[in-house]
């Protein structure tokens, strides 16, 4: 049994790593998948609370349908978590929290701009996680 952390942001990026794990045979059976979409906490300007949570709930809806897509039939189990905080410190969290095998991440998320002022979530899992971390390169599609 592999139990996993996929995290997703609904960047491309994320989507290639779920694409990825769908197809890859390197990992052992049975797949359990968490896969975690983290919002923020704090609103973006000129987004009333209402507002912002709604545009949350909406993303988070739109990861996990996309997750469910791609890895529905080809995993034994997957679960929906959808967080709020800082986005690499709930994934570390989770992972831990769950005791996970191993955190499957894309090699880029959504917001340059976000990433330059909070730093990349990727860097902060890949340096600061106990367990395992893998780095999907969307150029690095086979199994």
């Known amino acids: 049994m592999t139990a996993i952390v996929l995290a997703m942001d609904g960047s491309t990026y994320s989507r290639h790593a779920a694409t990825w794990l769908a197809s890859t045979t390197c990992l052992a059976q049975p797949l359990i998948v968490h896969v975690v979409h983290v919002s923020p906490i704090l609103g973006r300007t000129g987004f009333s609370a209402v507002d912002f949570e709604t545009e949350n709930r909406e993303e988070a809806r739109v990861v996990f349908e996309s997750a469910r897509g791609l890895l529905e039939g080809?995993?034994?189990?997957?679960?929906?978590?959808?967080?709020?905080?800082?986005?690499?410190?709930?994934?570390?969290?989770?992972?831990?929290?769950?005791?996970?095998?191993?955190?499957?991440?894309?090699?880029?998320?959504?917001?340059?701009?976000?990433?330059?002022?909070?730093?990349?979530?990727?860097s902060k899992i890949a340096a600061q996680s106990t367990v395992p971390a893998l780095i999907v390169n969307p150029n690095d599609q086979e199994g």
Not at 110 to 121: E, H, K, P, Q, Y
Request: hydrophobic fraction near 45%.
């Open 74 to 122: 080809r995993v034994s189990e997957l679960h929906e978590h959808w967080l709020r905080g800082n986005a690499s410190e709930e994934i570390l969290r989770f992972a831990t929290e769950n005791a996970v095998d191993l955190i499957i991440v894309g090699a880029k998320g959504i917001g340059a701009l976000r990433s330059s002022i909070i730093g990349s979530v990727v």
